[in-house]
């Protein structure tokens, strides 16, 4: 949500990062040209970038942990109700469309560009096995978060002016024996805001790039536990063993899926006079719809801020670089502790080969 792209914009790490996995995402074509992907495929940018997985990409485990591969491999996912195993004709086992059928699952929201849900074919997706091993970061923490990241940035401006424009401060702390520029301060806070602007728009870009759904587990389904039945099978040129996953604990009240978002925007619509075609075509081939035009937005604004940084830093004293980089300590932080879960590893036992089905069974 909102909170995520707050969170990553507040004193960023990794901006360049940042700014160039947007353009891999939705970037117009020419922009990718420049940063060396110009013919890059979806399914690497959405194995490096994005946490969807579709019928091209997909999740394993290779025996130590979760990876992200690009194939089409036979891994089952399925949900266990405990309570419904005496029932002879699903022994508890049930798929999520079956479980959204029967009224045990309800999708309750989607995030993405298509606000509009579907009960989708998981079939034909890869399911998502990482984002369903941990119970997700609790609302509060992102609320939390992303207020302290507010906070330290809009504090760090107020220290650094207060340094600079504060009598007493300036005259004992001055740069190199002097008193500091009156350049110094303002372009470094227009940088400071121009940066957040692009790192806010740019995280925009990317979670806007996948549509996620949550399923709410129902009354009727107080035990239900998610099993990934994983076939064994060479993907990508790696050799995968057969095993059933599991969650660790059964008490998980939500099902996110993250689905690859492959409807593009219609681009813009031409006139049939000369001069107007001559204006669509060169607007076009700057950005061919809002959601590049958007990107480009935040290009423009990260490399921006990111470069009047450096000129309105130097100018000032050795506190205002200090300040900076608390921030970004204590913000990596906050962010390492929002994604603790992501580490967390599934229960897992291997299987004879070719007669997982068998073991379920």
């Not at 036979?74 to 266990?80: F, L, N, R, S, T």
Request: aromatic share 8%; proline share 4%; net charge positive.
């Amino acid at each position: 949500g909102w909170q995520d792209n707050i969170i990553l914009a507040m004193a960023p790490l990794g901006i360049l990062t940042a700014i160039v996995a947007a353009i891999r995402v939705r970037g117009p074509s020419w922009l990718r040209a420049v940063v060396g992907r110009a013919r890059e495929n979806d399914a690497n940018v959405e194995m490096e970038l994005k946490s969807s997985t579709s019928h091209e990409v997909c999740e394993l485990w290779n025996g130590r942990g979760i990876v992200r591969t690009m194939g089409r491999p036979e891994v089952q996912q399925m949900i266990y109700l405990e309570d419904h195993q005496r029932n002879h004709k699903t022994f508890g086992l049930h798929t999520v469309e079956s479980a959204t059928k029967a009224g045990l699952l309800r999708p309750e929201r989607t995030y993405g560009m298509n606000q509009t849900w579907k009960i989708e074919s998981h079939n034909e997706s890869a399911p998502n096995i990482s984002l369903n091993l941990h119970g997700g970061s609790k609302s509060q923490e992102h609320y939390a978060a992303a207020l302290c990241g507010i906070v330290l940035q809009f504090g760090m401006l107020v220290f650094c002016g207060f340094s600079v424009y504060h009598p007493a401060f300036g005259q004992r702390f001055p740069k190199n024996g002097r008193p500091l520029g009156a350049y110094a301060f303002p372009i470094m806070a227009l940088g400071t805001i121009l940066l957040m602007l692009g790192m806010l728009i740019c995280s925009a870009v990317v979670e806007q790039s996948t549509v996620e759904t949550e399923y709410l587990r129902q009354q009727e389904a107080p035990n239900a536990r998610l099993l990934w039945l994983q076939k064994s099978d060479t993907v990508s040129d790696q050799a995968f063993d057969s095993f059933v996953l599991g969650q660790s604990s059964s008490r998980r009240d939500r099902m996110p899926t993250s689905r690859r978002e492959d409807n593009e925007p219609t681009t813009t619509s031409k006139d049939h006079s000369d001069t107007t075609n001559h204006k669509a075509n060169w607007v076009e081939t700057v950005a061919s719809n809002r959601t590049e035009a958007f990107t480009l937005l935040g290009v423009f604004f990260g490399l921006s801020g990111f470069i009047l940084q450096f000129p309105g830093l130097r100018g000032m004293t050795w506190s205002a670089s200090i300040a900076r980089l608390v921030c970004i300590f204590l913000m990596t932080i906050w962010r390492a502790w929002i994604r603790r879960g992501m580490i967390a590893n599934p229960v897992h036992m291997k299987l004879r080969e070719h007669h997982e089905m068998d073991w379920l069974a």
